[in-house]
């Protein structure tokens, strides 16, 4: 009978995002669920005495007459068949186990799986303890639509001496990844391999599999040695492609992050679909090229393509790309972001591809159509950024180009650096004849400067976001941001993760609908400010107004009596706005450090207070 399953069966199924089994030693596993809706995650263990097994997890514990990995395979088997939804990932990893034990796992999954009325469905498969031939077998049962990344461990199979029971033999790699190319119906997947260390061998094998693109998007080749091979002596192996490399180092070494050699490989489908489009709109191969360059014909093509094409047209010669640049096509683009992911954001010991794209672009058109351009750091393709110093370079420049002959008003431009990143993004505005139009600003700054290197070059501004870099509040003076007109002409604004120095009175806020900050400080005169000025507001929606300290004594309940009042607690006034049946509503919480400033209806005030 299932004793771990049984225990974990009142979780909704699909709040276990990932299954991981550890095999410790002949006499421990441990299965692991992570939560989705968290960072926690629930351990099953089972550890194998001599006559029996003890299952225990969380407050729980039970003592089971059974052979431990009976016990194991007869938990894990529901959890499989009973599967319903898509899983994350499922991984496996082994630190010592005989190879009679990894078969029989094998054949528990192999049953469970085949069991199934569906085929499994899950994104990551890391099954590390088993060789080539059983892993072809395992996808058998696996949805193809669903997979997205797989591990495959190739060991050290061209080593006699170094072989051990967990590695494949290199041709049934091969007929592995051949397989997967069968198996897989065209979804292109990320493949990893793994080694314990680098040798020519390795290296070779893993060169072959840049002839894989149509089962490959990208593949990495994960090492725990060097084996005495440089970066430089790698370069000039894979020369004249360029490898991303991470490499750690050896005092900062993290065991569940490994060094890596990765390549990003292209889509040979859609070079085959251009030269489809080519042969099929050329007049002639010879002279293609001229008739395209004509500016009559270019321009009945620019209308009938997106952005997204007319920037790949572009490329196709000098010519043709001179041709679009006089006719300026309109991008049509609704949303664009420019995003710096830090280590920091990246969840540990799990695969993420922004691990190899610091920088990306999010761009997304009016018809719906979006793209995300990477800008990897270290070495590249030619498509990428070499260097890490140029990437904010690169991308400022695709901003620039995209931008320049926007006409339409965007909904959102969103930003997130540091350094001189906001410098060259307010050049590159600067170089509009007209300040770019966007609705919505989402920024996170490190300083008032970097906001006010990109403010002043809008037009049509309605919500501002500030966000800081910060990891605790820290307290900011603005000094200039609240004196421009996109600012005094803005509906909505919201400041996290900072104190402002300022006083409410000078941060020029009565001309917002709805704010959402935290000031420094708030005292009588403020509250009596806002109620002076919000009274005659015509936009006012909901003011949130966060405070570090107040210094508000009894004067002001003498001056403006409260509607109620709780001594050190909450205080709530009404008053009449200038529109008929709308009263201004402050709410002041003592204790939270609150102010509430909203407009409402005349249904909404007591009737006691009219009498």
Known sequence: MPIGYKWFSYYQEDEMRSYII?????????????????????????????????????????????????????????????????????????????????????????????????????????????????????????????????????????????KTKFCSNSQDVYDEVEYLGRWNRGCRLVGIFGSSKLSTEILTFFKKMLNYPSVFSRIRLEFEETNGFEKEHLIAFFEPLKPTFSTQKPELSNPSEKDYIEFNLKDPSKDMILAEQIERLSLRNVCSLEVFANP??????????????????????????????????????????????????????????????????????????????????LYDEKDFVFGEELLPEEAVIDFKINILD????????????????????????????????????????????????????????????????????????????????????????????????????????????????????????DLIYLKENLTKSARLIKFKIQLFKYSIDDSLYNSMPPYHRVTNSRSTWFFPMLIPNEFLHILFYEREKLIIVKRVDRDDVPEDYFE
């Open 406 to 525: 926007q006409k339409s008003r965007m909904n959102r431009l969103s930003l997130e650096s540091r350094g001189n990143l906001f410098e060259m993004i307010g050049n590159a505005l600067k170089s509009r004849d007209t300040p770019l139009r966007v609705k919505e600003v989402r920024i996170v700054v490190d300083v008032e400067n970097d906001m006010m290197n990109i403010l002043p070059y809008l037009d049509s501004v309605e919500d501002i976001h500030i966000f800081y870099h910060f990891r605790f509040i820290e307290v900011r003076d603005l000094h200039n941001v609240f004196k421009l007109d996109q600012w005094r002409n803005a509906l909505r604004l919201e400041i996290k993760k900072c104190i402002i120095m300022n006083s409410i009175q000078e941060l020029n806020i009565i001309n917002f609908e709805e704010i959402d900050i935290k000031i420094h400080i708030l005292s009588s005169n």
């Open 296 to 377: 009559l014909l270019m321009e009945i093509i620019l209308k009938e393509i997106d952005w997204f094409d007319i920037q790949n047209l572009r490329k196709v010669s000098c010519d043709v790309r001179s041709c679009i640049d006089i006719l300026k096509p309109y991008p049509c683009i609704v949303s664009y972001k420019i995003e710096r992911r830090e280590p920091d954001d990246l969840s540990e010991g799990e695969f993420d591809q922004y691990n190899s794209y610091p920088f990306q672009t999010h761009i997304i058109l009016e018809n719906g159509n979006e793209k995300f351009i990477n800008y990897k750091n």
């Open 22 to 162: 550890e095999l410790k030693n002949n006499k421990e596993i441990r299965l692991v669920l992570n939560h989705r809706a968290s960072a926690a995650h629930f351990d099953i263990m089972y550890d194998g005495l001599e006559d029996c097994t003890i299952v225990r997890s969380l407050e729980k514990e039970l003592i089971v007459e059974e052979n431990m990995l009976d016990v194991f395979c007869e938990d894990f088997q529901e959890f499989l068949m009973n599967r319903k939804t898509t899983l994350a990932s499922l991984k496996m990893r082994c630190v010592h186990f005989e190879t009679n034990t990894i078969n029989q796992i094998f054949e528990c999954m192999k049953s469970a799986l085949k069991s199934r009325n569906e085929k499994l469905q899950v994104k990551n498969i890391r099954l590390r303890v088993f060789d080539a031939k059983q892993i072809i077998e395992l996808l058998q049962f696996i949805n193809p639509d669903a997979l997205s990344s797989i591990f495959i461990f190739i060991g050290d199979f061209v080593d006699k001496e170094l």
